[in-house]
């Protein structure tokens, strides 16, 4: 049993009262103070973290700076060797360069030398065929052949390019254009046309050598005859055979006795040989003289019902109406500025 005065007394009630109460007003304060120390602690391992993390990533860089520092001193040493080999090798190239150099001063010489020839000889080449063009126009008048030259001589001026050249290719323009104004002759034509007549006078037909054709049996068909009167009238046929009569339309045919035919053709080539001998000297006179004779012995001595005479006669016609003498000119402007030329390099 326990006492009848267990109950506490007023007073320790009191105590407890107001100490309850205390602790009911200071909790606040203290759940500030807990919390403001939880949230420095946080702040404070973070940045602690935050510290650990910088002074790491600074080493690694710190080492990675050293690495690259002694990578990039290795590589300053073997640029500094690279540098002396390319001044050993300048060095080198700067000896070649002036030995180069005093070659390339032979070989200009040289080469000047070498031109001078190449243009010397090219020259000698202009005049040449300024030279043969002169004497193609004055000795055989063949005026294409002068042409030619002419522009082979301003082709290899023009291929020098030289401005000291000019009045010797402008002389050579002059004299080609009076060349070219020149009226055209068909020299090698007409060689070839009286060439082809030469050939075919033999066969050509004699005007005392034609007998006229058979006519034909128009009639009917005869009966047969007997053996004895077919023998006579063989034997009859041979019999007239022997004994010819011809008519001439003409009163002035001349007659040719047997053998005289060849002698005829050959005077006819003559003649035609002697007229193509004048074409190429340009002998207008001798060219048509030939051809008329020509044309007159065809006329008495042979058969103008012929087509191959026929087809002469009008080739000879057509060529005897062809100028053939042409009055050339001369290359005077072209020698002077050629001489000229000459005498200006002679004084230098």
Do not use: C
Not at 203 to 220: F, G, I, N, Q, V
């Amino acid at each position: 049993m326990m006492p009848e005065n267990d109950s506490p007394s007023p007073s320790t009630s009191n105590t407890t009262v107001i100490q309850a109460a205390s602790a009911k007003r200071l909790s606040p304060w203290l759940l500030v103070a807990i919390a403001a120390l939880a949230v420095a602690g946080w702040q404070w391992f973070e940045t602690r973290q935050k510290l650990v993390g910088m002074q790491q990533e600074l080493g690694r860089r710190l080492a990675e700076f050293d690495t690259a520092g002694k990578e990039e001193h290795g590589a300053q040493k073997q640029i500094r060797e690279q540098v002396d080999a390319l001044q050993a090798r300048l060095g080198a190239l700067d000896g070649r360069l002036t030995e180069f150099q005093g070659q390339s001063a032979t070989l200009q010489g040289l080469y000047q030398d070498i031109a001078r020839s190449r243009e010397e000889v090219a020259l000698l080449e202009v005049e040449q065929s300024i030279t043969l063009a002169g004497q193609q126009l004055q000795l055989a008048g063949n005026v294409p052949v002068a042409v030619l030259a002419l522009q082979t001589a301003d082709a290899q001026l023009a291929h020098l390019d030289r401005p000291q050249y000019l009045p010797l290719r402008k002389a050579i323009g002059k004299d080609l254009g009076r060349l070219n104004a020149l009226p055209f002759v068909d020299t090698p034509g007409l060689s070839l046309r009286l060439e082809q007549i030469v050939l075919g006078v033999d066969k050509l037909a004699l005007a005392t050598s034609t007998r006229p054709e058979k006519a034909a049996d128009t009639e009917k068909a005869v009966p047969v005859l007997p053996w004895w009167r077919q023998t006579g009238e063989a034997i009859w046929d041979e019999v007239k055979g022997l004994v010819r009569i011809q008519r001439f339309d003409r009163e002035d045919t001349a007659l040719l006795a047997p053998g005289q035919g060849y002698f005829l053709r050959e005077n006819l080539k003559l003649r035609l040989l002697n007229a193509r001998l004048a074409l190429f000297s340009r002998d207008q006179w001798t060219f048509r003289n030939e051809l008329k004779v020509v044309q007159d012995l065809l006329a008495r001595h042979f058969d103008a019902n012929d087509k191959a005479v026929q087809a002469a006669q009008a080739t000879l016609r057509q060529m005897t109406a062809t100028e053939i003498n042409v009055e050339l000119p001369t290359l005077n402007d072209s020698q002077a500025a050629l001489r000229n030329l000459r005498q200006g390099k002679e004084k230098r």
